[in-house]
C-alpha cells in the first residue's frame, strides 16, 4: 500500500524564523514525483514545491526547500523567514506515474505569529 | 491562464438526492483528478481522467461517477446522497505529457452538504 505519513498535525512558528515539516512515504515504486501542498484558510488548495524521486538535488522555490532522503523514504519541507501569509494547512503528496492518483497525508496546520 | 474552476461552490442537497459537480481544467491540460475532502478521512482520491477515458478509480462505492467530455471538462455525479458525502469535493488538472512531473492544480473545490 501507498502511505504518506505527517508526524506533526500542528506546527507554530514566529514570524521570521524558519521552521521544517517531516514527512515520510511508503512506495514499492521507483517511479514517483513528491509535491508539499498548501490550503490556507478556507482558500484554494497550491501546489509550493515538488521533487522528481530519480533526481538526488533537493528542490528550492525561493523561501521553500525540501531534504529529500530516498533511502530513508523522507521528504520534509523547509520554510525559511516565515511570514503571516505562510498559515496554513501542508499537504505532503506523492504520485506513481503509472496510477496517476495523488496519495496525501493527513497535514501538518502550521501557524505563523507575529 | 485561466485556473482550474469548479461549479458550483456550494451545494446544499437533502439525503436521497443526486448532485452532478462540474470542472473545468486549466487550458490545454487533458487530466482531469477528483478528490473528496473531510475532517476525519482527509483527502482521498475519487478517479481521474484522461481523454474521456477513466484510468484510475479510488474506494468509492459505485453511487460516484464521472465523465470527462472532448473539451477536458469533467463531471462527477453522486446518486442516492448520504450524510457521509457532505464533504468539499476538489477537481485538479494536469498536463500529463511526457517528461512532465505529474503536478496537479487544483481548483476551488465544491462544499456539499447533505442534510
Known amino acids: 500500500a501507498q502511505t504518506v505519513t505527517q508526524s506533526q498535525p500542528e506546527m507554530s512558528v514566529q514570524e521570521a524564523e524558519t521552521v521544517t515539516l517531516s514527512c515520510t512515504y511508503d512506495t514499492s515504486e521507483n517511479n514517483y514525483y513528491l509535491f508539499w501542498y498548501k490550503q490556507p484558510p478556507s482558500r484554494q488548495m497550491i501546489l509550493v514545491i515538488r521533487q522528481e524521486a530519480y533526481k538526488q538535488q533537493n528542490a528550492t522555490e525561493n523561501r521553500f526547500s525540501v531534504n529529500f532522503q530516498k533511502a530513508a523514504k523522507s521528504f520534509s519541507l523547509k520554510i525559511s523567514d516565515s511570514q503571516l501569509g505562510d498559515t496554513a494547512m501542508y499537504f505532503c503528496?506523492?504520485?506513481?506515474?503509472?496510477?496517476?492518483?495523488?496519495?496525501f497525508g493527513k497535514g501538518t496546520l502550521l501557524t505563523v505569529n507575529p | 491562464k485561466a485556473g482550474v474552476t469548479q461549479t458550483p461552490r456550494y451545494l446544499i442537497k437533502t439525503r436521497g438526492q443526486q448532485v452532478t459537480l462540474s470542472c473545468s481544467p486549466i487550458?490545454?491540460?487533458?487530466?482531469v483528478s477528483w478528490y473528496q475532502q473531510t475532517p476525519g478521512q482527509g483527502l482521498q482520491f475519487l478517479f481521474e481522467y484522461f481523454s474521456e477515458t477513466q484510468r484510475n478509480k479510488g474506494n468509492f462505492p459505485g453511487r460516484f461517477s464521472g465523465r470527462q467530455f472532448s473539451n477536458s471538462r469533467s463531471e462527477m455525479n453522486v446518486s442516492t446522497l448520504e450524510l457521509g458525502d457532505s464533504a468539499l469535493y476538489l477537481c485538479?488538472?494536469?498536463?500529463?505529457?511526457?517528461?512532465?512531473?505529474?503536478?496537479?492544480?487544483f481548483g476551488p473545490g465544491t462544499r456539499l452538504t447533505v442534510t
Open positions: 487550458s490545454g491540460h487533458r487530466s
Open positions: 485538479a488538472s494536469s498536463l500529463q505529457t511526457s517528461g512532465y512531473s505529474y503536478e496537479q492544480y
Open positions: 503528496a506523492f504520485i506513481v506515474g503509472s496510477n496517476y492518483k495523488l496519495t
